[in-house]
């Protein structure tokens, strides 16, 4: 799921539970890509494509696969390309009442259909209080790959990916909507699926890749956003809308070196487009620019540690300048995201992650209230525990992962206190009453 989802913008927080804003977030960083039907299709472990046994954090044998169109098969009669997941999650929140729901439940279609097609389709139900849930339409990655190709003497891989999430069909899993997990705040560049009016699963396009000698990565492609009645259709709500899209250009380059104990991968991403929010608004020009490192020490899996580092810079140039009591908005503007994890696993069954998240951006009174500062730092700390999807297990093509995790923001609304601006005299909220502490349980099968 999205990681704010819309009805829960963070800019409207103040007439919200602050704690549903923590919870939104995590529901969606425990939620992955892995599909048990992927291990059935290969005849792999759940272990063998990730790192922890449960995603979303790939092996280099995981983003290969990833690579070759969910296509590679142990040959083993035809196997259903269905897969189901449940997360139940008790929520106890720095201000408001804990919780305990089953907060979703997820359908996959998942894996090859021929030896050059593959892909993945992900239908989503969120628990959305009183007994209700929401059906959606959630990432949807599909793929036509031509392998055995070789140039210059080295081997080549290309493909095509149509999406609805621009970088998820990432293979290094990186960037912000395949890790699933982006910073949150009042301001986000499109590149991250937090981000206010994000374009996570409401737009619709993809790309032309080629993965050569095994360690270059490139990726060239565009997309429009889907219309507010189609986005209601598929179970998102219009007061999301992303904006209509226009000349839609996005760009990816890696380098990728698989040393089987050891993983390095460095990259860059780009993302350009004018976006009109609200539809009948003049157009505004957006770029995103960023890059990102990540290391893996896999040795003989027995310890794993992974390090990943994130930093997104997005360009604004308006094409209007709202006023608020004679205060002009600026119309040249910045964004900043970036996100750093370091994760350790042992023995693919017992792990902790730690990740740092921060949003920052110009200051605009206008567009961000009377404080006028975007900026938001916070923190996600868990302790995980997969016990299945590994060779030796009760089964190696299901998993169960339970977790313990705290939420924590050290900044909101560039404070630390009185957060959203209250008069004197007033109740205020600090920054630390949208902290949260959750214990999950998550079953794929």
């Not at 409207?12 to 992955?32: C, I, N, Q, T």
């Not at 590679?72 to 009669?77: F, K, L, Q, S, V």
């Not at 002009?328 to 730690?354: E, K």
Request: charged share 15%; glycine share 10%.
């Amino acid at each position: 799921m999205p990681f704010l989802p819309d009805r829960l913008q963070l800019r409207h927080a103040r007439a919200l539970p602050v704690w549903l804003l923590v919870l939104a977030l995590l529901v969606a960083s425990g939620s992955v890509q892995a599909t048990a039907a992927f291990a059935r299709q290969t005849g792999s472990a759940c272990a063998d494509c990730h790192a922890a046994a449960y995603g979303p954090a790939l092996t280099p044998y995981g983003m290969r696969f990833k690579i070759n169109g969910f296509t590679e098969t142990n040959g083993e009669g035809t196997k259903l390309p269905l897969a189901a997941q449940l997360i139940a999650q008790y929520t106890n929140p720095a201000r408001g009442h804990s919780t305990t729901n089953l907060t979703e439940a997820d359908l996959f279609l998942a894996g090859r259909l021929t030896e050059h097609v593959g892909g993945f389709v992900k239908i989503e139900a969120d628990h959305e209080g009183d007994g209700g849930y929401n059906t959606r339409l959630s990432n949807v990655d599909l793929r036509y790959v031509a392998h055995d190709l070789t140039f210059g003497g080295r081997d080549l891989v290309l493909g095509v990916s149509v999406n609805n999430n621009p970088s998820f069909d990432d293979p290094i899993g990186a960037l912000p909507a395949p890790a699933y997990l982006g910073p949150p705040g009042v301001t986000g560049t499109l590149l991250n699926p937090s981000s206010p009016g994000s374009l996570a699963n409401r737009v619709v396009g993809g790309g032309v890749y080629g993965f050569y000698d095994a360690q270059w990565y490139a990726e060239v492609g565009s997309y429009r956003s889907l219309s507010a009645s189609q986005q209601d259709d598929l179970g998102y709500s219009r007061s999301g809308d992303p904006g209509r899209l226009s000349g839609t250009g996005y760009l990816r380059l890696a380098w990728m070196k698989d040393l089987k104990r050891q993983f390095f991968s460095a990259g860059v991403v780009a993302l350009t487009t004018q976006r009109r929010l609200p539809r009948s608004a003049a157009a505004d020009d957006i770029t995103d620019l960023g890059y990102d490192l990540t290391y893996q020490y896999l040795g003989n899996r027995d310890h794993i540690v992974q390090l990943n580092y994130v930093n997104i810079m997005e360009r604004r140039h308006y094409g209007s300048a709202p006023a608020i009591g004679g205060l002009v908005a600026p119309t040249h503007a910045t964004a900043h995201d970036q996100v750093l994890t370091a994760t350790y696993t042992f023995r693919q069954s017992y792990g902790i992650s730690a990740t740092h998240l921060m949003s920052t951006g110009s200051r605009d009174p206008v567009r961000y209230g009377p404080l006028g500062d975007p900026a938001t730092t916070s923190n996600l700390f868990s302790l995980y525990w997969t016990p299945l999807g590994k060779d030796g297990s009760w089964t190696a093509v299901a998993n169960l992962k339970l977790a313990v995790s705290w939420f924590r923001f050290t900044r909101f609304n560039g404070r630390r206190s009185n957060i959203f601006g209250a008069p004197p005299g007033a109740p205020g909220t600090d920054a630390s009453d949208l902290n949260a502490f959750f214990v999950s349980a998550s079953a794929m099968f």
